[in-house]
T-cell receptor, first 116, second 115 residues
Framework: AQTVTQSQPEMSVQEAETVTLSCTYD???????LFWYKQPPSRQMILVIR??????QNATENRFSVNFQKAAKSFSLKISDSQLGDAAMYFC?????????????FGKGTKLSVIP | GAGVSQSPSNKVTEKGKDVELRCDPI?????LYWYRQSLGQGLEFLIY????????KSGLPSDRFSAERTGGSVSTLTIQRTQQEDSAVYLC?????????????FGSGTRLTIV
């Protein structure tokens, strides 16, 4: 079974600065998807960024980028120019790309605070 | 609808009572998922629907939990004889299809508190 580990329960960053959230995972599969979700106080999980394991290029979405190290099974999220609205829980998630796969496996999350 | 709608938003109920949680997915989304988020934990998979069928119920914690989906649309998660450990946020998500290339859209969840 796959596992996802987020080793930083809480992080803080100064507004306009850069912060990196860590995520490691364990799998024996070669093809899969990795995700970062943001959960603000509204509770809705919002997709921040997605990475397909077969793509070597790191995904980017505006101020959000990932450092995907497949051999190390590491998938960190970098938030540049942090904004107050970035304050939230961030969850790393894994999904197999195999036929019949549908389940997301989540880490326990990192609470990000943004300091004005 | 434009998004995944869940009701009620919050529910407080006495231990031993039954509760029903509702999820209204995005129109046309054939796949529907229920997850549970306990305090300080990540999301725990409960059940998956493809259309009205639930091919995987393996995540349901006990036989007190059941779920159904009708008309390929609305789903109800029922918890019978609630216990305090059932207190959690219950999140529903839907997707256009089952494949990994289809993204999930989550609702805002139901916060269930058992007193």
């Amino acid at each position: 079974a796959q596992t996802v580990t987020q080793s930083q329960p809480e992080m803080s960053v100064q507004e306009a600065e850069t912060v990196t959230l860590s995520c490691t995972y364990d799998t024996s599969e070669s093809d899969y998807y990795l995700f970062w979700y943001k959960q603000p106080p509204s509770r809705q999980m919002i997709l921040v960024i997605r990475q397909e394991a077969y793509k070597q290029q790191n995904a980017t979405e505006n101020r959000f980028s990932v450092n995907f190290q497949k051999a190390a099974k590491s998938f960190s999220l970098k938030i540049s120019d942090s904004q107050l609205g970035d304050a939230a829980m961030y969850f790393c998630a894994y999904r197999s790309s195999g036929a019949g796969s549908y389940q997301l496996t989540f880490g326990k999350g990192t609470k990000l605070s943004v300091i004005p | 609808g434009a998004g995944v709608s869940q009701s009620p938003s919050n529910k407080v109920t006495e231990k031993g009572k039954d509760v029903e949680l509702r999820c209204d997915p995005i129109s046309g989304h054939t796949a529907l998922y229920w997850y549970r988020q306990s305090l300080g934990q990540g999301l725990e998979f409960l059940i998956y629907f493809q259309g009205n069928s639930a091919p995987d119920k393996s995540g349901l914690p006990s036989d007190r939990f059941s779920a159904e989906r009708t008309g390929g649309s609305v789903s109800t998660l029922t918890i019978q004889r609630t216990q305090q450990e059932d207190s959690a946020v219950y999140l529903c998500a839907s997707s256009r299809g089952q494949g990994a290339n289809y993204g999930y859209t989550f609702g805002s969840g139901t916060r269930l508190t058992i007193v």
